[in-house]
């Protein structure tokens, strides 16, 4: 692992896996002890996503390795370059419902980009290579080691890294330039054309190049929840996040666009609303390194497979020469004031000042990381900083409980950032025990609570749908989460949505939010929501992105 | 009904991870032969598949770390299937799909 470049993993010691851990110690690799499996291929992913490197947990056989799966299922969903190592029972113990034996191997081959069960010591180098190999490069995914204890605990002369060399595979084809004069044509029989960036464009390293394309093109643009951060905010072309809970102007701009450029998006279901009403008028170019990820719910036009590293400049080189049509009137439109956020006195309003005022406060180097549900949209929605990394949350899969171990492997991967953890009430109780890591290895994190005492999305839902029949959503009995930080030794407080009324604020409650964010310590603040506020704009499921519903009925 | 003809190194979980994207669509696996074929695999499939799915499936077939090829036939006959676009195959990806952009 040190010659792949390791020096930080997460994980949770147990009995296949303690000749590793018994190997640990002089081997220049860091471990971080989290408190659940769980907990640790979060932070392995927190690591990876804020760094680009490959994020690395490991976990003993059975129990401790099924703890990695949801971890597994997210990297694979959001990209995320993930090794994670299991322990395994003896070999000669294999397929023998041994003490915590479980079929790793077989319970993630579903989960995985690449996988391995290892066999003999002579095969570890390679396969560690070969591992590293297929999780960071293409489209990234996470991969799996099983390593049964016997094998562990043998020993050889490490005879140095492996150079792994791949095999070729018809994935890895390219695109051959022929593409560019393609949509140079596409764009000046474009009347309404628009681009929609996602996280691909992050992982190829291609925003400097991206950003260039667009200043060039001046169209409506807007990202997907991970291509946030990948435009500036300020852009005046920019209409900020699409889909579910995506922006007025920007789900409006995609209905209408007769030329949809897509950078490095799935197009999921999140982004598209009712597939067959899908940008209808539209014709699409997609820019994507992985083949796979076409047309799986709209066939696209032209796509244009490679990283985007390679694919966006070589399309910049050829605009150099062709001569574009005069889109101000569309985009006059379409980023004009007539299609501004509505200036809602809802529920959620409060709350969506909150995060504002916490956001205008953060120093500029800041990584923000958001749990799942209401907060997640409502942080998605305000967040206005371009840093292309700078804002993470798990999109893919929705896994509750992600953003506080998450955070615990970007603070741990960028010491002097200042971390914004935004959790619900939900969440947070499902990795609350990584309290326990923060304190222990003292990481400044910021940790904000969005405390609606509901399953706020699903109550949102429920609401909406279920003729406000809030079924086990109900969390009024939540603990007092300022006692438990009290508990792991973390200073916590609460801050009231009255707080929120003043314009601007008062002079003690934005002391509060800067003393907070200023700490050197880790800090929580519960923030007290509305029970009853709701993600607005919103696209009910199998709607069309123009259908968006504003507000309560 | 499709044949499918899916080439690959039998290393580890390959031949699971092919017959995935079929289970995880829910699509009855009529008839599965797998064998040694020179350097490679073949696996030879039976499927009721739309010509959604068949998009589909060559797509997630094709992003399988060791799968080197994918063809299919209609089960009637021995042509080739229609089904041709954005085969990550490089040579007609740009070409094909420009023409059909631009019709």
Redesign the interface.
């Known amino acids: 692992m040190r010659a792949e470049g390791v020096d930080l993993v997460f994980g949770y010691p147990g009995g296949a896996i303690m000749p590793l851990y018994d190997a640990l110690e002089g081997s220049g690799v860091r471990h971080v002890l989290t408190r659940h499996e769980q907990g640790a291929v979060f932070a392995a992913e927190g690591y990876a996503r804020v760094t680009g490197k490959v994020g690395v947990a490991m976990a003993t056989s059975g129990p401790g390795a099924t703890n990695l799966v949801t971890g597994i299922a997210d990297a694979k969903m959001d990209s995320v370059p993930l090794v994670c190592i299991t322990g395994q029972v003896r070999s000669a113990m294999i397929g023998t419902d041994a003490f915590q034996e479980t079929d790793v191997?077989?319970v993630t081959?579903?989960l995985t980009?690449?996988?391995?069960?290892v066999r003999t010591i002579d095969e570890i180098p390679e396969i560690i290579a070969e591992g590293f190999h297929?999780a960071r490069s293409g489209?990234p995914g996470p991969v799996v080691i099983d390593i049964p204890t016997d094998i562990l605990k043998a020993k050889k002369e490490f005879s140095g890294p492996v150079n792994f060399k791949p095999?070729?595979?018809?994935?890895d084809?390219?695109?051959?330039?022929?593409?560019s004069d393609?949509i140079v044509?596409?764009l000046q029989r474009a009347m309404r054309p628009v681009a929609l960036v996602g996280a691909g464009a992050k992982l190829s390293g291609a925003v400097p190049e991206l950003r260039k394309l667009l200043d060039h093109l001046n169209i409506p643009t807007f990202a997907t929840v991970h291509g946030l951060g990948a435009v500036p905010a300020e852009s005046p072309y920019y209409l900020g996040m699409v889909g579910m809970h995506g922006t007025r102007a920007a789900n409006t701009a995609l209905h209408e666009t007769d030329l949809l450029l897509v950078f490095g998006a799935r197009l999921d279901d999140r982004v598209t609303g009712d597939p067959t009403r899908f940008a209808p008028h539209a014709?699409i170019?997609h820019f994507e390194i992985?083949?796979?990820?076409?047309?799986?719910v709209r066939?696209?036009?032209?796509?244009?497979?490679g990283n985007l590293a390679d694919t966006i400049p070589a399309f910049c080189s050829e605009l150099q020469h062709a001569s574009l049509p005069d889109w101000d009137a569309w985009r006059s439109i379409a980023c004009g004031s007539e299609r501004a956020e509505l200036d809602s006195h809802a529920r959620a309003q409060p709350t969506k000042r909150f995060l504002d005022e916490l956001f205008s406060r953060l120093p500029e180097d800041n990584v923000v990381i958001a749990d799942v549900g209401q907060h997640q949209m409502w942080a998605a929605q305000r967040y206005r900083s371009s840093s292309p990394r700078g804002f993470i949350t798990s999109g893919g899969l929705g896994a509750m409980g992600f953003a506080l171990p998450a955070a615990v492997g970007v603070q741990l991967a960028k010491p002097q950032t200042c971390v914004l953890c935004v959790s619900g009430d939900g969440g947070f109780q499902m990795n609350i025990q990584e309290l326990a890591t923060v304190h222990r290895l003292g990481l400044p994190i910021k940790m904000v609570i969005v405390d609606n005492k509901y399953l706020g999305m699903v109550r949102q839902w429920q609401q909406l749908f279920y003729e406000r029949n809030y079924a086990e959503t109900d969390l009024s009995d939540n603990p007092d989460f300022v006692e438990i930080a009290k508990a792991y030794k973390i200073h916590g407080f609460r801050l009231n949505e009255v707080a929120m009324e003043d314009f601007p604020v008062s002079a003690e409650t934005a002391d509060l939010m800067d003393n907070f964010l200023r700490s050197p310590e880790p800090e929580l603040l519960v923030f007290d929501c509305h029970p009853e506020a709701n993600v607005y704009p919103m696209v009910p499921a199998g709607a069309a992105l123009s259908e968006m519903v504003f507000e309560d009925k | 009904m499709q044949v499918f003809y899916i080439r690959y190194?039998n290393s580890?979980?390959a031949l699971?991870?092919i017959l995935?994207a079929v289970s995880?669509r829910g699509l009855d696996l009529t008839t599965v032969h797998a064998e040694y074929a020179g350097q490679d695999h073949i696996v030879t499939m039976l499927l009721e598949v739309t010509q959604k799915q068949i998009?589909?499936l060559y797509?997630?077939w094709?992003?399988i770390?060791d799968?080197?090829?994918v063809r299919s036939t209609a089960a009637r006959g021995h042509e080739e299937a229609a089904w041709t676009?954005?085969r990550?195959?490089?040579e007609s990806?740009?070409?094909q799909?420009?023409r059909?952009?631009?019709a």
């Open positions: 191997f077989g081959l579903s980009k690449w996988s391995r069960l297929w489209r095999h070729v595979r018809p994935a084809a390219r695109a051959d330039g022929a593409f393609t044509a596409l014709k170019v992985d083949p796979a990820q076409l047309d799986r066939a696209c036009e032209l796509p244009v497979i | 190194r580890q979980g699971m991870r995935n995880r998009g589909q797509r997630e094709y992003a770390v799968v080197t090829e676009a954005h990550p195959a490089s990806v740009a070409q799909s420009a059909a952009a631009l």
